[in-house]
């Protein structure tokens, strides 16, 4: 059984790598006070950020999700909305394993799947816990916790640590908010302006980020090389853009090589040839390139070969032979070429 998350956030990657940075505590497990130094720890590490009154949320914000307040054991007892959290004696009753055993991507899974995941040796704790009658007020050993939980316990570091831990986070974590919000904000200019032009082709690719998509598709025909030039305003942010069935020709790609940043391009269905691929060969960050349905050839592929970056190439009815495409993986074996169905 594995509790490390499948798609970690990167605050689950720090909270992770920083708490194992300091598994060392000052009194060895088994003389620790059951609760308050090895319960509340780990439960202050993984739950408190959305379970807990201001006072002792991580956030600093009262967040009682579910109406579960996890910060005593009274509190632990009464449980939330559906069912006590913890019942002593009884792992079956006790929502909140329950909860942290069930698959990461079921959407009662606790912690919820983007958030720093239990780990196993902290279940492993907690469910002793459960099943010794949820003990306080003792040291682990007098508890009568058995070797392989000591052994799990020593693992979880000290609430002070945590609490250290937490606050160097969450300060972290409202700096890169701060930050998200200020440069989503300084490209607001540059987006209108464009949007003037084009409405409802530009935005963020997520709420996460400031990244930029731009997509000229339900313009077609109409969109053509000189109005490629005014994206300019936004060319530095600009990861994901489509072109495909548009009037692009060589001309026009010139652009694409100011959005040094471009990830994924798609440029099916256009004019392109062999001679725009020059502006296209220099966009080291490229992942994805659609030449579907386009004049390139074989000569154009060979210029691809240095972007390392490629995952996806679309070259369904290219004049690109098969031959060229083999050439092509031996330097670009990660990059999945796509031929389509052809009939040789
Ligand atoms: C990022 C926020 C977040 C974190 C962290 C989190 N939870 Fe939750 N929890 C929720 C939300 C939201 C709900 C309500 C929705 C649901 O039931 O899935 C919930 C519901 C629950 C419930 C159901 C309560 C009831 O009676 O309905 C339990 C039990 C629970 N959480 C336990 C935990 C435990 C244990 C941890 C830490 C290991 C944890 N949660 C961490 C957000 C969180």
Known sequence: MSHTTRIPSVLAIAVGS????????????????????VIVPILR???????????DN?????KIKAKLDLTTIELIKKGGDEAPAAVAGDLEESLMIERIKLPHDDDDHMPPEDKPQTDEHELKVLEWWVKANLPEGKSMKDAGAPDDVLAAAE?????????????????????????????????????AEVSGQFPNAIGFVSQQDSDLTFTAVSMRKDF??????????????????????????????????????LRKLWLNGTGITDAGLDSIKALSALEYLNLYGTQVTDEGLKKLAGLKNLKKLYLWQTKVT???????????????????????
């Open 155 to 191: 693992k979880v570091p000290s609430d002070e640590e945590v609490k250290k831990t937490l606050v160097k986070l969450f300060a972290k974590a409202e700096k890169n908010a701060a930050k998200l919000v200020a440069d989503r904000k300084a490209l607001e200019g540059a987006i």
């Open 18 to 37: 920083i708490l194992l940075l300091h598994p060392v505590t000052a009194k060895p497990a088994a003389e620790r006070e059951v609760y308050k130094e």
């Open 322 to 344: 098969s031959g060229a495409v083999e050439e092509f993986k031996k330097s670009a074996k990660d990059c999945d070429v796509n031929m389509g169905i052809k009939v040789e």
């Open 45 to 55: 590490g993984k739950c408190y950020q959305c379970h807990a009154e201001a006072a």
């Open 224 to 261: 053509k090389d000189e109005h490629l030039a005014k994206l300019a305003p936004v060319s530095e942010g600009l990861v994901d853009v489509n072109l495909g069935a548009t009037s692009i020709t060589d001309a026009g790609v010139a652009n694409l090589s100011k959005m040094p940043r």
């Open 58 to 62: 991580p956030s600093g914000k009262k």
